[in-house]
């Protein structure tokens, strides 16, 4: 049967969605509607590689057009400004109407705004996309002490990049410890240490009071009265699902788009993926939210397959990663229901895992290390999770046993 | 096809069966595997970003890229998985005298 599959979303879930349905349904329209005039491309780099120039914008693209081409996969860019989930139809911004079949929302997440007075709202700036990335690499050419507000991920990788473009850089983090929201102390105190002998200033525990803008400079005021000057600030405080579009309506949410272990939502024949949705994990049984990059493919992957007949519950473990400096951190499962920490290691050159355990099996774990040193047990310890392996303490603990001796044949 | 195309590794008992070794010849990086039924050689860097594989996981016939999870197949070199989608070159191998030796064209 011939259908109108919409997704409306062009970033990764979106892509990946769109290529695993053309895999099981030749047949059917598939058309991305984008808010972005661009294919989607990968968000990682843009901390990074791009802010460095060691990647440009063609190298950040998924697939070429003569991909999307050849699967007969459309890419539309328009701003949709209603949804009709009663009768099938998206309205854009430009009047033009779409009826769908299947809609598979893959909106993502927007970046929360420092609540600001409103004549210093276009001095603060955040990155999200490739426009944003452009402006920030082309403005901090000229500058030289930049603050960081939020030491989360993106905050901390732009600090990292700066850094190394031979900026002076200060990160102002409001809470006890760096990447508080989801990884352990121990982890991010050996990264903030990193930062430091780097050469960048970290402040914890400190609110901003006000924000004043001196002679095209700026002066931030904390709380504890003392005053940074800095002629460049950029925000990463943290990001909302994108559900604007679909609040008073019939469709389901709760921190993003309430869906089951098959990307379905609320209402029939829509399925949400990635960012945006919050799913119901059947491994952890509980809803969850991820944003990242592992869960945006996987997730988009896992609604093609639904959208086109093929029923599939989405399983994958949470693995994401984070590359700051020399150093490469990855995080797998979920760090915070355990009654036990185990520690692999004490050296960065080698790698440091702390393994977080529930009823001797491994529920999550966290590690960070020179760039390829904790890839592979994170990797071993996300099987070992998955497949709820008894495992051996003493093997977890000494760095000088494989971790693959605990994986059963 | 010239003897000098092969280039020795290492002795055979350098790597441990399911796992890798890298190897370095000139300007270019090489994983050399042992499975279950012999030894294998590929690009070593994966194709989806400048990673060395060489801290990958090996499962069965295939290789993962320790920072993005992109899985190939050692024999074949195919893409299993994304983010990888191009494919991982491989080069024969053989085994003389307990030494392994690759062909690097």
New interface residues.
């Given amino acids: 049967m011939k259908n109108n599959i919409i997704i409306l979303g062009g970033g990764q879930a979106g892509i990946?969605a769109a290529r695993e349905i053309r895999q099981n349904d030749s047949k059917s329209s598939i058309k991305i509607l984008g808010k972005e005039n661009l294919l989607p491309y990968?968000r990682p780099p843009l901390s990074k590689d791009f802010l460095l120039d060691k990647k440009n914008e063609e190298d950040l693209y998924?697939?070429s057009s003569d991909v999307l081409k050849d699967e007969n996969i459309e890419f539309e860019n328009v701003s949709i400004s209603k949804v009709d989930f009663e009768n099938k139809k998206l309205f854009a911004k430009n009047d033009h109407v779409y009826s769908y079949d299947s809609l598979l929302i893959s909106t993502g997440s927007e970046n929360k705004k420092l609540s600001l007075d409103n004549n210093l709202k276009n001095d603060i700036y955040y990155l999200r996309n490739l426009e944003e990335a452009k402006k920030i690499k082309e403005i901090v050419s000229n500058k030289n002490k930049i603050t960081i507000i939020g030491g989360g991920f993106i905050g901390l990788e732009i600090a990292s990049s700066l850094s190394q473009l031979q900026k002076k850089v200060i990160v102002i983090e409001i809470g006890n410890q760096l990447m508080g929201r989801i990884i352990p102390k121990q982890i991010a105190d050996l990264v903030q240490n990193t930062h430091i002998e780097h050469g960048n200033e970290i402040i914890l525990n400190k609110q901003i009071e006000k924000i004043t803008k001196k002679n095209g400079d700026y002066e931030i005021l904390l709380n504890d009265n003392s005053l940074i000057e800095t002629d460049f600030i950029i925000a990463g405080i943290g990001s909302t699902p994108t559900v604007k579009l679909f609040e008073n309506t019939n469709l389901k949410l709760d921190n993003g788009i309430v869906t089951n272990q098959f990307c379905e939502t609320s209402i029939k024949d829509v399925y949400a993926a990635g960012d945006v949705s919050n799913f119901y994990h059947p491994f952890y049984k509980r809803n969850m939210r991820l944003e990242s990059?592992?869960h945006a493919?996987n997730h988009g992957?896992c609604a093609g397959k639904n959208i086109a007949g093929v029923k599939t519950e989405y399983t994958s473990i949470p693995?994401m990663?984070s590359d700051q400096f020399n150093l490469?951190l990855q995080l797998t499962g979920i760090c915070d229901e355990y009654d036990e920490i185990i520690e692999r290691g004490n050296d960065i050159n080698n790698g440091v895992i702390y393994f977080f355990l529930k009823n001797n099996k491994i529920r999550g774990a966290c590690g960070v290390g020179i760039?390829?040193?904790?890839?592979?047990d994170i990797?071993?310890t996300s099987k070992l999770s998955e497949k709820n392996t008894i495992v051996d303490k003493q093997t977890l603990s000494d760095q000088n046993l494989k971790l693959?001796k605990l994986m059963q044949k | 096809m010239s003897e000098e195309n092969w280039i020795e590794v290492g002795s055979t008992d350098s790597i441990e069966e399911e796992d890798l070794i890298r190897f370095d010849h000139q300007d270019k990086t090489f994983c050399v595997y042992k499975l279950t039924d012999g030894f294998y050689a590929t690009d070593g860097i994966c194709t989806h970003e400048a990673v060395h594989l060489e801290d990958g996981l090996v499962m069965d016939d295939e290789i993962e890229c320790p920072m993005h999870q992109g899985i190939f197949n050692i024999k074949s070199g195919e893409a299993l998985s994304p983010p990888a989608c191009e494919d991982l070159k491989t080069y024969p191998v053989k085994v003389d005298n307990d030494k392994i030796f690759i062909k690097i064209d």
């Fill in positions: 990946y990968e998924f697939h990059y592992q493919q992957i693995w990663w490469n760039i390829g040193k904790v890839g592979r990797r071993i693959n």
